[in-house]
């Protein structure tokens, strides 16, 4: 096929913020985890797709199943829709414990 560029499950973006390997970020409606670390404004390769263990809001539980937003304010996740980018969804539930900050997210790599 002519057209076809590549699977699209990576991507080069240019870093809105430094970010350390495993980080989130988004630049504009693309979401992703990057692959290293990069300084404001340096290339980083970014992943879309895949089931990754990220930082969230303590305190608040997941269902498997439920939609995962990314607030960018506090570089977290969250199920809390309100002014946040929906990412994917929670593979395994979370306990609501102030503790409680990683949760496993497939991510939809749909924007």
């Known amino acids: 096929m002519k057209t076809y560029v590549q699977p699209g499950n990576t991507i080069t973006l240019?870093?809105?913020?430094?970010?350390?390997?495993?980080?989130?970020?988004?630049?504009?409606?693309?979401?992703?985890?990057?692959a290293g670390a990069a300084a404001l404004g340096d290339a980083v390769e970014t992943a879309l797709v895949g089931i990754f263990d990220i930082t969230k809001v303590g305190s608040q539980a997941w269902a498997v199943g439920a939609k995962v937003y990314w607030d960018d304010t506090n570089k977290r996740c969250t199920t809390v829709a309100t002014d946040n980018t929906l990412i994917g969804v929670a593979v395994e539930a979370v306990a609501s414990g102030a503790g409680d900050t990683i949760g496993r997210v497939r991510l939809n790599a749909s924007f």
């Not at 809105?16 to 979401?31: H, K, R």
């Open 14 to 34: 240019t870093a809105p913020y430094a970010v350390a390997s495993g980080d989130g970020l988004l630049v504009g409606s693309i979401f992703g985890i990057a």
